[in-house]
């Protein structure tokens, strides 16, 4: 059984910083994975951040690019999203996504809150 757990949610004030981690654990081949990071705010459709492939490919929506890093470190089956210069609209519960060769998967999410 895969399973994703995310952490580094928290409250910070907007120009602030957080970084979040996605560990996946599991009958997984973690590296040949792609890792994706998806946020949900309220009354609003889920929407893709970023993603990683095993490949070492990056892909960001418009409103992480040039803010948002994803990164992951292999040896320990972590996926990484830091995000700097946020804004309130950022605020949302990110989740960590991996699509397998039968089925998917979703971690529990982590919050983010960013204050005016």
């Known amino acids: 059984q895969v399973q994703l757990v995310e952490s580094g949610g928290g409250l910070v004030q907007a120009g602030g910083s957080l970084r979040l981690s996605c560990t996946v654990s599991g009958t997984i081949i973690f590296w040949l994975n792609t890792i994706s990071w998806y946020r949900q705010a309220p009354k609003k459709q889920r929407e893709l951040v970023a993603s990683?492939?095993?490949?070492?490919?990056?892909n960001y929506a418009d409103s992480a690019k040039g803010r948002f890093t994803i990164s992951r470190r292999n040896a320990n089956n972590t996926v990484y999203l830091q995000m700097n210069s946020l804004k309130p609209e950022d605020t949302a519960v990110y989740l960590c996504?991996?699509?397998?060769?039968?089925?998917?998967?979703w971690g529990q999410g982590t919050q983010v809150t960013v204050s005016s």
């Open positions: 996504y991996v699509r397998l060769p039968v089925g998917e998967r």
């Open positions: 990683s492939s095993g490949s070492g490919t990056t």
